[in-house]
C-alpha cells in the first residue's frame, strides 16, 4: 500500500470515529435518551449473560450533569476528529493524543470493572476505545513524514 492510500484510509478511520463519538455520545446531553441508551446497554450486557453492577439513571442531580459535561466533551472530541481527518498530515498529532486517551480509558475500565465491579458491558464500550487506539496508533507509525509533536 502506498503512503498516499494509507493517508486516505487513516483519514476515512479518523472521520468515521469522530462521527462514533458524536452519534453514540450524543445520548448523554439529554436526560430522556440517556435513560434509553442505559436501558439498552443493561439489555445488551442481560443478553451477553454479563453481570457487574446494574446500569441505571443516576439519581442524584450532580452526577446527571457531570454526564452530561462528559457527554459533550466527548461530542466536541469527535467534531475535532472529523475536523483533523480533513487534513491528517497536518493534524496527525491530535489524532495521536486521542489514541492515547482512547488506550487510557480502555485501562481505566479495565480496572472499574475488576476491582469495583463496574457493569461488564462497559468492557465492550472499552474494547472498543482500544481497537480505535490501536488502529490510530498503527497508521501514525506505519505512515511517515508525520510531525507528533
Do not use: Q
Not at 39 to 65: R, W
Not at 69 to 93: E, N, P, T, Y
Not at 95 to 106: S, T
Request: charge should be positive; aromatic fraction near 16%; hydrophobic fraction near 60%.
Amino acid at each position: 500500500m502506498t503512503k498516499a492510500e494509507k493517508l486516505n484510509h487513516f483519514s476515512k478511520w479518523v472521520l468515521w470515529t469522530g462521527l462514533f463519538n458524536i452519534v453514540v455520545f450524543s445520548n448523554f446531553l439529554c436526560p430522556f435518551t440517556l435513560n434509553k441508551f442505559l436501558e439498552v446497554n443493561e439489555k445488551i450486557g442481560n443478553a451477553l449473560g454479563l453481570g457487574g453492577t446494574p446500569l441505571v439513571f443516576p439519581s442524584d442531580i450532580n452526577h446527571l450533569v457531570l454526564i452530561h459535561i462528559m457527554g459533550a466533551i466527548v461530542v466536541l472530541l469527535g467534531v475535532m476528529l472529523v475536523i483533523a481527518s480533513l487534513d491528517i498530515k497536518r493534524r496527525a498529532w491530535f489524532v495521536f493524543y486521542e489514541g492515547l486517551i482512547r488506550i487510557i480509558a480502555f485501562l481505566f475500565i479495565l480496572y472499574f470493572v475488576i476491582y469495583s465491579n463496574a457493569a461488564h458491558v462497559m468492557l465492550l464500550f472499552g474494547g472498543i476505545d482500544l481497537i480505535i487506539g490501536i488502529i490510530y496508533m498503527y497508521y501514525i507509525f506505519s505512515i511517515k513524514g508525520f510531525n507528533i509533536k
